[in-house]
């Protein structure tokens, strides 16, 4: 679980000079161009700009999911261009949490061990990580939903557990990629106030993507991309 | 990392495709082991009625198995009581061996008289009581025990013959042997005439001067130790077939008092080999070793020969029955391997967007891979374990269906039977291989799943 100790004022995530291009056989496609951001810690941030804009691989890279062409990525004040996979994934583990559009539940885990699923690479004791399971999903209030699969809960339910299971390990980065894309506006709007609420309480890092209106207008930073690059 | 829940769910959410590939595996299974027990038990009932007929271990005169068949009598032993009782007295292979015995082997003329029919013979003298106590060797308890031998401790001219040399002899009428026809009538006179075996007869008659008890009578022309041509009486009790037709037409079995007497005449009456029939098989190594070793430190100028290399027809039963199962064992390997490949490569398809989730909440690269080696492992496990038990209940199948077949080596139909001797090794190795098998066969699949990179997974629709 991350250190909650960061320096005063120090940036959750600061990319510099960023760049991402796709090969693509002959032709090369930057789908992030030269990006220089600092995004606060322990805010709920929002990257908005529409679709192709290179808001998802912006967040893929913050996310050590994917790694710049160019350029040098910091994570709550460690770089990350040197890590080999094996250290990405443990800094991913300990570090990140993910939530995702189609919400990316293992379907043959329960709600409770999809939540705790997180927490099994981390070395804490059984007890330990039941008491964070079943805190997360009662803050998230599906603890009458521990034993259900994923094809047993609505849309809403599964991401309020993917944003339990992100929030579970007390990461220092939580990422959303278009978290109320594929919701109803109704439920939606109640997945926002939950992140909003949640991300209250834990005072985690929020960065999400999107291009919801709704959502916008809950941002305390916003930033805007448009063809890879950001706009001032 | 709930590697082995989410391999178990995962293999019972795709209950279709898991009951194909298990069905795969378990059918390989069953084949392997029903063929398996079948060489099994036919390679041990082979190896029970080799045992029975020449022991573990035979002792000659050193030279005797290159070059005795041509003159038994110079390639005996003779002092054969002493070095029965050293080996009798040794603690190590007194303890192994269950019989001791000497034996005769002897080639020459048996005559059947009242025909004038005349054949080459390859005669076995033997102690009666020992050859009957051999023939109940039943390690594997396969084989019923020999029945009678034919041979009598307490009258020494009586014996058995193969069938072919019953038949070539006219005897089957005398001795009742089931389809076994009369010779044809020869009218062959003059030079052509089998004069000298009247004479034979006639000599026979002369020199014991006793008429020989009720059976086929005939009479034995060896030559001695000495090159001296000797006669003796054999009544024959019995014919017994010997599966090769080319023993079955020679094979005449007798007392090994009466051997003696025909292989050595007056003189000093010796052995050609000292039979060791051990309690158990797999002791045949340590027994040679003892017995050569102990044979050396008296510096006796004996040689040790085990019944593989005196029965070469054994080693290669053993080796083609070896080579069948092998070939079955690859089949049955290949197409196990290729429906894991098939079903694991569906599922890492299936999962890739799964895969790209487990990778971003920090899994590591070689624990994907783990995780679809363990399913693989998993479906190896299940369709094994299933096809042993149905392999149970085929053999028991096969057991209780009455029926009979003609191994290598035998003269007539036995039951078959699929023996439970030895088939926890094979099950074990069958287990143990299929689920390898299974488990290697997952290793492609999952080596693709795991050196895919996060982002193209979870794009993955």
Not at chain 1, 36 to 43: E, G, H, N, V
Not at chain 2, 336 to 365: K, Q, Y
Request: charged share 15%.
């Amino acid at each position: 679980m991350t250190d909650r100790s960061p320096a005063p004022n120090a940036p959750a995530v600061r990319l510099h000079q960023v760049s991402k291009t796709y090969d693509l056989g002959t032709v090369g496609v930057a789908a992030v161009h030269d990006v220089t951001l600092d995004i606060p810690s322990r805010r709920f941030s929002v990257i908005v700009g529409p679709s192709g804009s290179g808001k998802t691989t912006l967040l893929n890279l913050i996310g050590c999911i994917d790694t710049p062409t160019a350029g040098t990525i910091e994570i709550d004040g460690r770089s990350v261009a040197a890590l080999t996979d094996d250290a990405l994934s443990d800094f991913r583990a300990h570090h990140i949490g993910f939530v995702f559009q189609t919400f990316n539940l293992i379907p043959v885990l329960t709600a409770y061990e999809n939540v705790e699923y997180p927490l099994l690479r981390l070395g804490l004791t059984p007890a330990r990580r039941q008491e964070l399971t079943l805190g997360m999903l009662d803050a998230v209030g599906l603890l009458d939903r521990a034993d259900r699969r994923p094809n047993q809960l609505s849309g809403g339910q599964k991401q309020r557990i993917a944003i339990a299971r992100a929030l579970v390990k007390s990461p220092a980065i939580v990422l959303a990629d278009e978290p109320t894309a594929n919701l109803d506006s109704h439920t939606g709007a109640a997945i926002i106030a939950l992140m909003q609420r949640m991300q209250a309480m834990s005072r985690t890092t929020f960065i999400i993507s999107t291009h919801d209106g709704q959502l916008m207008s809950h941002a305390e930073e916003t930033y805007h991309i448009r063809d890879g690059a950001l706009e001032s | 990392m709930k590697l082995f829940t989410i391999a178990r769910r995962n293999i019972r959410r795709n209950a279709r495709r898991t009951a194909l590939t298990t069905t795969a595996i378990a059918v390989g299974v069953v084949a392997l082991l029903l063929f398996g027990q079948f060489v099994i038990t036919t390679v041990l009932g082979f190896q029970t009625n080799t045992v029975r007929r020449t022991g573990h271990l035979s002792v000659f005169h050193a030279g005797y198995f290159d070059f005795g068949a041509g003159n038994p009598g110079a390639y005996s032993i003779a002092d054969y009581q002493s070095v029965m009782r050293l080996i009798q007295d040794d603690s190590v292979l007194g303890a192994l061996a269950d019989v001791i015995t000497p034996t005769v082997t002897l080639y020459g003329i048996a005559a059947n008289a009242q025909i004038d029919a005349t054949k080459t013979f390859v005669g076995s003298g033997v102690v009666p009581a020992d050859r009957a106590r051999m023939g109940r060797w039943n390690e594997y308890h396969l084989e019923p025990a020999h029945p009678d031998s034919g041979l009598s401790d307490g009258d020494i001219s009586r014996g058995v013959v193969g069938v072919g040399l019953a038949r070539v002899l006219g005897l089957c009428h005398d001795l009742a042997v089931p389809r076994c026809p009369a010779p044809p009538v020869t009218t062959a006179t003059g030079a052509d005439a089998p004069a000298a075996v009247t004479n034979v007869s006639e000599l026979s008659r002369r020199e014991t001067g006793t008429p020989a008890p009720g059976g086929a009578r005939l009479d034995l022309l060896a030559a001695t130790a000495g090159g001296a041509p000797n006669v003796v009486n054999f009544v024959v009790t019995r014919a017994d077939p010997q599966g090769v037709k080319e023993l079955d037409d020679a094979y005449l079995a007798m007392h090994f008092a009466l051997a003696q007497e025909l292989l050595y005449g007056r003189g000093a009456h010796e052995a050609v080999a000292i039979v060791l029939q051990l309690h158990r098989t797999e002791d045949l190594a340590r027994a040679k070793a003892r017995l050569t070793g102990l044979l050396a430190a008296h510096h006796l100028d004996l040689e040790v020969r085990d019944f593989g290399e005196l029965v070469p027809f054994y080693g290669q039963v053993i080796g083609l029955f070896g080579a069948i199962f092998s070939f079955v064992a690859t089949i049955m390997a290949i197409i196990v391997l290729f429906s894991v490949i098939n079903t694991m490569s569906m599922s890492v398809m299936e999962r890739t967007n799964e895969i790209g989730t487990v990778r971003a909440l920090g899994l590591r690269r070689r624990d994907v891979r783990r995780q679809f080696l363990l399913e693989g492992a998993l479906l190896g496990v299940i369709g094994a374990t299933a096809g042993i038990v149905l392999a149970v209940l085929c053999s028991i199948l096969v057991n209780r269906a009455g029926l009979h077949w003609m191994p290598p080596g035998q003269s007539a139909p036995v039951p078959l039977r699929l023996s439970a001797a030895g088939i926890v090794p094979l099950i074990g190795g069958v287990w143990t291989g299929l689920v390898i098998m299974s488990t290697l066969a997952a290793l492609l699949p999952a080596s693709r799943a795991a050196r895919m990179p996060v982002v193209d997974s979870l794009r993955h629709v």
